[in-house]
């Protein structure tokens, strides 16, 4: 079966967005660098967090058995490593198709998945029927250009997408009330923050946490050095 695409109208708070989904073309090499560099090295030296140690298990531990939304999937690395179990139908969503398709077809689901083409800070266009049982999103908060108000407003809107016993789950790198950078996190900062990688200068624990208690009954989180880790389940509809 091939790919599913669906489009969304969206508008984009960076010019790059607003000229539309840019043709990027990735190499297999490129994308392994990535991973190693961004999920390897940065996150377990300059922020504190582990991916074997601390994400990727808690991706597998919350991985839904119906159907599972990945929002921001990046190089596909949860999806391909994640324990998604066969039956699961699997939908992903980006502001960008070329992404979106780097993530179906590194799933090694682009033949039943489904990809969405839309921006997160918006209600997703999809049937009102439609209902996940798990959510994710990895490393996604700290890359939207949005004030912590608007980040916060997602958990608002994609509770109505789950089913009543739904699960979301994710982690994203603050930049306030965390532990003092080391040297290498200081100079990862700085570039990610100078290039237009990071847009978190703001985004604190209190406020997400807050956000995810408002719109749900069960909420776990922690700060494991500078990444806010939660789970919230059974949404407040």
Wanted: hydrophobic residues 40%; charged residues 25%.
């Amino acid at each position: 079966m091939p790919t599913r695409f669906q489009t969304a109208d969206v508008t984009s708070t960076t010019a790059k967005a607003r000229d539309g989904p840019q043709e990027v073309v990735y190499k297999s090499w490129d994308l392994l660098i990535y991973e190693i560099w961004v999920l390897g090295i940065v996150s377990t030296w300059a922020w504190g967090c582990g991916t074997d140690a601390y994400l990727l298990p808690q991706f597998r531990a919350n991985v839904g058995k119906k159907h599972h939304l990945d929002i921001g999937s990046g190089t596909g690395y949860y999806l391909r490593r994640g324990g998604i179990p066969a039956a699961t139908q699997l939908t992903l969503v980006d502001l960008e198709r070329p992404a979106l398709e780097i993530g179906l077809h590194r799933s090694g689901r682009a033949g039943d998945a489904r990809g969405i083409v839309a921006d997160i800070l918006q209600p997703l266009p999809v049937e009102d029927d439609t209902k996940f049982d798990s959510v994710s999103m990895y490393y996604l908060l700290h890359c939207i250009s949005a004030s912590v108000d608007a980040k916060c407003g997602i958990f608002a809107h994609i509770k109505h997408n789950m089913t009543p016993d739904g699960v979301i789950h994710g982690a994203n790198v603050l930049g306030k009330g965390v532990r003092r950078d080391n040297l290498f996190a200081k100079h990862i900062r700085h570039m990610v923050l100078r290039d237009g990688i990071f847009h978190n200068e703001d985004d604190n624990a209190y406020e997400f946490e807050h956000a995810l208690r408002q719109n749900f009954e069960e909420v776990e989180t922690a700060v494991v050095g500078s990444v806010f880790m939660f789970r919230a389940a059974r949404p407040k509809y």
